[in-house]
Every structure is written in structure tokens, then in C-alpha cells.
């Protein structure tokens, strides 16, 4: 992508969505966090309908220790991996208590230092509840990022770092979310809708394709 097709490409995504914010439902930091955590390899909708259950119960760290793993187990059942991330983040809740007054931290490494949260979760929690203009590369940006032209890149980091310097910086802080949303219901991975893509013109896939066909 030609860089000054930067700016329209993402003022068109703008234009039609101009406050996006994450699907998963939340109403603190805490629940975010717990949220994204139980994310990982699941979709949004089913995370949504287990925390629905999960929150009304539990929506603090001494609440959700106090159900144990059996008892965190018996809410996300229905998520992928439950065991697993019910594990992580009793331990998560833990530390939370021990090390930061029972608060979500504001700095990366911080973040990064509880169990089960990488980077791409501590993206999402900086920049959904903290306002910092970071780049949560899933699967969804990494495909649209590389298929565009947008930031290329082998690895999400690869792609995280130039859409950081790619990206202009007005449209930076919700830009990750105007990547993602347009990665989950337009440029999807099989069958790309580019015959309702508003930014195909700005697109180096879809004018390869359209120079085949010529």
C-alpha cells in the first residue's frame, strides 16, 4: 500500500465506524482483562456468553479465587481450553492481589508478567482501558495487514512494529480495532467480500487480482 493511500484508507474506516471498540462485553478494567484472557483461540461470542454468567458472580479478583478451579471451570466450560486459562487466571488474580493492590497494572511489562497474558492480551488491555494507541495484531490484522499492503510482516511483532510507524497518528488509536472488525466480517480469510470492501482501491491484493483479470 502506497503510503499516501494511508490516510483515506483509514478515514474511510472512519467514516463508517467512528468510535469501534472490542466486541467482548465488559464493565471494569478486571473484566477486560479476565475477557481477553479467556479470548485466546475463541471467538468473542462465546466468551461473552460464559463471562455473562461468570461476572454476575464473580467480577473481582478475591471473588473469582474464591470460586477455586473447579468452580471458575464450571462458568467457561463451553470456552476452548478452559482448564487451562481457568488456571492462568486464578494465578493471574493471585499476583493481581499480591503485587498490585488487587488493580490491573498500566505498563506493559507488568501486564506481560501475569500467566496467560502476552503481548497481543496486554495490547488490548493498554489500549481499551488505558487509551494507548497500541496494535493488538491477532489473526484478523495480520491477515488484512499483509493482504493489503498495509504493514507486511512474517511474524505479528513484524507487523505490530510497521503498523506503528505506518499507521498516521490520528487514526492510531483505533486503528486496531477498525483492522480487526474489517478483518472479521469483510477481508476474511476464505471468500473475501472485496464486491462490499469500501478501501479495496487502496488494496494490493485486489488489484492484483484486478490486473489478472484485465
Known amino acids: 500500500m502506497k503510503s499516501q493511500h494511508l490516510a483515506p484508507f483509514f478515514s474511510i474506516l472512519r467514516e463508517a465506524n467512528p468510535q469501534p471498540s472490542t466486541e467482548l462485553v465488559y464493565t471494569s478494567v478486571f473484566e477486560l482483562l479476565c475477557a481477553v484472557l479467556l479470548s485466546a483461540q475463541a471467538t468473542d461470542v462465546s466468551v461473552n456468553k460464559a463471562t455473562r454468567r461468570l461476572f454476575v458472580v464473580a467480577h473481582t479478583p478475591q471473588q473469582i479465587l474464591a470460586l477455586g478451579q473447579a468452580g471458575l471451570e464450571s462458568y467457561i466450560k463451553t470456552i476452548g481450553l478452559y482448564r487451562s ?5 486464578l494465578q493471574t488474580c493471585e499476583l493481581l492481589i499480591q503485587q498490585h493492590g ?4 498500566r505498563t506493559r511489562t507488568a501486564l506481560e508478567a501475569l500467566p496467560g497474558v502476552g503481548r497481543k492480551t496486554a495490547n ?9 494507541p497500541t496494535m493488538a495484531v491477532d489473526t484478523h490484522i495480520f491477515r488484512v495487514s499483509n493482504r493489503t499492503g498495509l504493514a507486511t510482516g512474517k511474524t505479528p511483532l513484524q507487523v505490530e512494529h510497521k503498523l506503528l ?7 492510531r488509536l ?6 480487526i472488525l474489517h478483518g472479521r466480517y469483510v477481508c476474511k480469510a476464505r471468500n473475501p467480500a472485496c464486491d462490499r470492501c469500501k478501501v479495496s482501491a487502496y ?10 483479470q484485465t
Not at 124 to 132: K, M, P, Q, R, S
Open 174 to 179: 483505533h486503528a486496531h480495532h477498525w483492522l
Open 102 to 105: 488487587g488493580q490491573v497494572p
Open 165 to 171: 510507524k505506518r499507521v498516521p497518528k490520528e487514526y
Open 124 to 132: 488490548v488491555i493498554l489500549n481499551c482501558a488505558f487509551g494507548e
Open 85 to 89: 486459562k481457568a488456571k492462568h487466571l
Open 203 to 212: 488494496c494490493d491484493a485486489f488489484a492484483v487480482a484486478a490486473k489478472k
